[in-house]
């Protein structure tokens, strides 16, 4: 039995290609038992390639996996006894009620039928799926659908639970459920890992890998990875962000711009030196409005600094 702080998950030398891509290169990471540990990089960075190896379906070319003390590689199968994977599209029955899918998975997973009772009625509930559990899966919304998959993932009271994007197109307000369902099961000593394209939930997580190319650029808490963010960030406000930012791209001492809804997040070398000067461009092409303000990293930010998707602009 794992103990607190154990390593829960860990990965050493994890390589996979498919024809001439490299998917993943060389990966190793570390996850300490209760952590919610988030994957997040742009289309194509390897992360549901990661998801597919730690959870057995996927053999990699390379590499060492434990999960909860279990060698992924040379016992899959015992693995899958230790985890459970939640994929992008989990595989729901349609013409099934929410109860009968739960069912199926317990059954799936050999819950012995008192347990598999139980257990649906406690996550149906903390789900606030209940009401509905005789509704069939096919009539769902699409986020009630996603906290189905869950539960059905969730049958076997699994040690690691990994889960790739899981909220991809569910509404905030069953995304904050969702999460509220995963804090619980971390309460429990269920060590997370995920995949997400958002960044509030990237920023909800204990700790983040940045993935860019098949390759962990970065690796830490989001609190860290913000005060590693190079250079100052100041915010400007305007109804029309677009020409702030066409208007600040490529002046001195501006390593980037960023739209964030109705503000442009500019990063700059010396915020003391650039306010002035940024004002000054903004005026020059007729913008009238625009409010700068030093504004403190989110960890969107941090994602573009950090991955160099930005080109540079020395003065
Ligand atoms: N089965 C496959 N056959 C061929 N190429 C694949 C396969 N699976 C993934 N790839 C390639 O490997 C790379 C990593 O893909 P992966 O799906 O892991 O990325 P991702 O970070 O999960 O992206 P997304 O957010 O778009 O799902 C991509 O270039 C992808 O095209």
Known sequence: M??????????????KSFGAVRAVRD???????GEIFGL??????????IMRMLAAVLRPDAGEILVDGVDVV??????????????????????LTIAENIFFYGALFGVPRGERIARSQELLEAAGLLPFRHRLAGQLSGGMKQKLGLICALIHTPRVLLLDEPTTGVDPVSR???????????????????????????ERCSRLALLHGGEIRH????????????????????????????AVSGKPGV???????????VRVDDAGRRIPELRAAVADQGIADAVITPAEPGIEDVFVALLGEEKPHEP
């Not at 997040?40 to 390639?49: F, I, N, R, S």
């Open 2 to 15: 794992a103990e607190v702080n154990e390593i829960a998950v860990r990965v050493h030398g994890l390589s």
């Open 255 to 265: 390593l980037g711009a960023l739209l964030m809804g109705d503000r442009v997040h």
């Open 176 to 202: 904050r459920d969702f999460w509220a369902i995963l804090y619980n099961l971390r309460e429990g000593g269920v060590t997370i890992v995920l995949s997400t394209a958002y960044m509030d939930e990237a």
């Open 27 to 33: 990966i190793d990471l570390a996850v300490a038992q």
């Open 219 to 246: 690796c830490d808490t989001p609190q860290h990875l913000k005060e590693a963010m190079p250079g100052a960030l100041l915010a400007i406000a305007s109804a029309h962000p677009r020409d702030v930012r066409g």
């Open 40 to 49: 997040v990089g742009p289309d194509g960075a390897g992360k549901t390639t």
């Open 74 to 95: 040379a016992e899959a199968e015992r693995a899958k006894l230790h985890l459970s994977y939640m994929p992008q599209r989990f595989g729901l029955y349609e013409d």
